[in-house]
């Protein structure tokens, strides 16, 4: 499916995304970056040295299809496995570490609150962000990614986050 009629608009979009992102933790905010104990990259964000996030993919496979949809989010981690995982950032084989247990980050637009889902971040390889995998609870986002989404749950969330 490359595009769709949106029922909010009326219009036609060229394109169905399959993939959204945040750029930072629901905890971050603009003031945090004048913090010395504090950094957003594109990776990781540390807040007051205190709060460490990884950014990762919650991948929920489309029913009936061959593909992929894709949130991007952030997950907290404790001190300690973001750690092992700086230290292994760009090392050959960091795929081969266990998971690390953190808590969803970022509120997805569409559910109910997704903030503090408890998740398992599976590391992948070098250049390739890792994998976010919810804790299988009867959570509305839990329950798409062991199930899978339907076209029609993708372009209805297209549809609200576009207008």
Not at 81 to 109: A, K, N, V
């Amino acid at each position: 499916m490359t595009g769709f009629t949106c029922a909010r608009c009326g219009n036609r979009h060229d394109e169905l995304p399959m993939s959204y992102g945040a750029e930072a933790p629901v905890f971050w905010s603009p003031e945090l970056a004048d913090d010395p104990d504090s950094e957003l990259g594109t990776d990781q964000c540390v807040i007051k040295d205190e709060h460490f996030f990884v950014r990762g993919l919650v991948p929920i496979p489309v029913r009936g299809a061959d593909s992929t949809f894709e949130w991007g989010a952030w997950v907290s981690v404790s001190r300690e496995s973001i750690e092992h995982m700086s230290e292994r950032w760009h090392t050959e084989g960091r795929e081969q570490s266990d998971p690390y247990f953190g808590w969803l980050s970022t509120t997805l637009p569409g559910y109910p609150e997704t903030v503090n889902l408890k998740t398992n971040l599976h590391t992948r390889p070098v250049g390739q962000r890792p994998l976010i995998v919810l804790e299988p609870t009867g959570h509305p986002l839990a329950v798409e990614q062991r199930t899978g989404i339907t076209m029609a749950r993708i372009q209805e969330i297209a549809e609200h986050l576009l207008h």
